[in-house]
């Protein structure tokens, strides 16, 4: 029997991801979706393993179900503060804690505590989504991978400190997938362009399966055609209330197409090279054929700056288009850099217009959306007065970005995978930008809700408006959404309400109250009576072993790295048509255990990484400057600040306290401190725990300018726990005298009663890097080596 491949970690351990598999029923337009992640630790060591994915757009997380030697375990949502405490008093006690937290929008993370070694473990959570008709169809996008991202993924994204979107180029995460259709929308016409699938009939309905699996280095998409939108009204009991959702699909009269104002915009920045940036030209050639004389139109790109490459609206006339626009989109490349997408839509949204307000101008918006600072640059769109209409690139956009711009502004989202024709994206754009634009939308209950999601800010032909209300009464009467265009008032409502036992409804709507403005308090108590994850909440749960079974020491953190996103700035190709049935199935598909970075430059399996490594072709591989992230500020000898980051770095990967110390130490290198150190120490005091409590007096003497990271929180709460409280503050007054003026960057002069003598250390540990090397060294020779 030969032996499994074995992920490693660039850092060199034994990955403990190994497989996720995704069930999902679409009823209707509501997915419900199981997420099961498989997890086993093949090190010698405890594991904590952290983990963050993303999820559709607008979906619900409903629950997190652990299944462990035997156990299915149930969490529960609590207060994020109660279970960052519980879940650090189950590590301390050798339990395994398992909590799932919001990251960011769009990003959640799982925290694994205490994995034994030889254990494995399965993380189901589910979620829901409710999707829309858009034009004749329903699109299914289930995102799987993280693309990397332009900026700083904890400042600008809110990543914690222990959590990362790192990308390993040698990663293979193995994805399988059923998706079930049932119901009137199992009869539509169904393709995918992401994956090769297959179907077969069930009672009700289809399923849909990965034909050969996949990876986890693109999002699912499934495209459900030849749809005639409906309008409906589901109701469900929500507590002593009751939750309605009504969906409306309003048609609108065909009128005389409008003159388009629109200021193009397209992300030239290093991220979109390879499928990307050939798709935008694509997009561009599509839209040069669509204009009339009678449109207006001026064209930008960005990366770093902003280049307006037709700086003012001009008339769209044929010398115009044929030698001006032509030209200039001839010229369009992925070369300008990094994705400063808000400084370009600023500088978008200043190009001077003719329209009265600005508010008939459109934005049409071409991008992969990978970056960060997502909340401002909505904010800043919604400031605006122009529509957006994004259309996202790519194998994986950032869908969360591109869609909230267009919700908020009244404008429309397109995403287009590789595979798929982006011309019909184009012609489906200019159809809604070309329609008269509905005003006065009202939407009559028959009674008062208690609470209403808002409306859209637009409507569009044959597209799902989702409105949830709360009433204390069931209504009696079904919703009537009401418009008007050129002074003619319009109608659109569902023929009856219907009832569902389904608690997902309530839930989903819950959702939906969040985004109201709330205060903090308000927002916790909807969190947790709708058992929603939130910043403020975390689905936890705690597997308590037997004492004989506790997990001893620490545990090591293994921060989960993402696949490479297939295609993504230019390193492999997807573009080809792999369609059900297509005679050009690309050879990618007929070797799926291979990431996409490696299948699209010709190498065929993670052995030909690797002895491209010997081959001496590992300077080859370089992270672009487009892609680098800002991060933490390189450590720098001296200030406590620099001490406190070198050890927070350290003990990532150290989880004993000596270990870290030495490195941070040896980072730093400050004679003056340990001449305090050697000043406290005593004969009930070890020279490590004077170190902890010096570390733990700048952290509190620091307050707010310093965030220490959760894992290195625990590896000095060790060295601490064994210190009583009189020494402990008999030593804390000492360090607070010594060094009474150590400031963010600076130490200050410290106490010249410190005696001169130097003290001698021991040898230090080898630095992060310098392991970090040699691992990857005794990965490219195939020598084990030692952690």
Known sequence: MKNEPSLKSLAGDMVALK??????????????????????????????????????????????????????????????????????????????????????????????????????????????????????????????????????????????????????????????????????????????????????PIENGVSVFLDHGGMLDRD?????????????????????????LASFCPKMETREAQPVLMKILVDCSGSMQGDSISQARAALQEIALALTPADCVSYSKFGTNVVNVVPRMEPCSPHFVQTVLSRALLFTEADLGGTEINEALLSTFSIKSSAKGNRDVSVLLITDGDVWNIEETVSTAAR?????????????PAE??????????????????????????????????????????????????????PLPKQIYDGETVHVFAVFQDAPTSVPMLTWSIDSHIKHSSPELISLTPNPALSRLGGTRQLASSLTPEESLAIALRY???????????VHVRTEEGKAFGLPTIQQIEQMHAAGHSGF????????????????????LGTPALWRGRGMTSTVAMV????????????????????????????????????FNNAAMSNAEFGDALAIATNLTNNKDLEKVVAQIVNERLTREQVWALLLDWLIEHLGDSYTPRRHSQRVLRSQLVAIDDEEKASATRKLAKFLHSASLNEWGPINESVQSKLVTRPKNNESVQNRLVTRLKNLVSGSKGTD
């Open 19 to 200: 497989s996720v598999h995704l069930e999902g029923r679409l009823q209707g337009l509501m997915l419900t979706m199981n997420v099961q992640q498989k997890y086993r630790n093949d090190t010698r060591n405890n594991l904590e393993t952290i983990y963050t994915f993303p999820l559709g757009w607008g979906a619900t997380l409903l629950g997190l179900n652990v299944e462990i030697a035997g156990k299915r375990l149930q969490a529960t949502v609590i207060e994020k503060r109660d279970a960052t405490e519980k879940y650090e008093k189950a590590i301390d006690d050798g339990d395994m804690p398992v909590m799932v937290e919001q990251t960011a929008s769009g990003l959640y993370t799982a925290n694994l505590g205490n994995l034994k070694a030889g254990e494995s473990v399965t993380i189901d959570i589910e979620y829901a989504q409710l999707f829309r008709f858009e034009q004749g169809q329903v699109r299914i996008c289930i995102p799987t991978v993280i693309a990397p991202r332009f900026g700083d993924a904890h400042q600008a994204g809110g990543l914690a400190l222990h959590e990362t979107d790192a990308v390993n180029p040698l990663a293979e995460y193995p994805l399988t997938l059923r998706l079930d259709i049932l119901g009137q929308i199992a009869k539509s016409k169904t393709s995918c362009p992401s994956h090769k699938i297959s179907t077969s």
């Open 220 to 244: 699912f998409v499934l495209n459900l055609d030849g749809l005639a939108g409906q309008s409906f009204a589901v109701a469900a009991p929500d507590g002593k209330q009751t939750m309605v």
């Open 384 to 396: 605006s007065g122009h529509r957006i209409f994004a259309i996202g690139l790519g194998s994986s």
């Open 400 to 453: 969360s970005l591109l869609r909230d711009l267009a919700e908020q502004t009244g404008g429309a989202c397109e995403l287009v995978s590789p595979n798929e024709d982006i011309s019909s994206a184009i012609v489906r754009m200019f159809r809604r930008m070309r329609a008269a634009q509905a005003n006065d939308l009202q939407l009559d209950w028959g009674c008062m809700p208690s609470w209403q999601s």
């Open 531 to 541: 058992q929603l994850v939130t910043k403020q909440s975390c689905l936890f749960l």
């Open 572 to 591: 492999g190709v997807v573009g080809v048509s792999s369609m059900p049935g297509s005679r050009n199935v690309p050879s990618e598909y007929r070797n």
């Open 611 to 646: 002895e491209s490594f010997k081959a001496g072709s590992l300077d080859s591989y370089e992270i672009p400057a487009f892609l680098r992230k800002t991060g933490e500020p390189e450590t720098k000898i001296g200030g406590p600040q620099a001490l406190l980051r070198a």
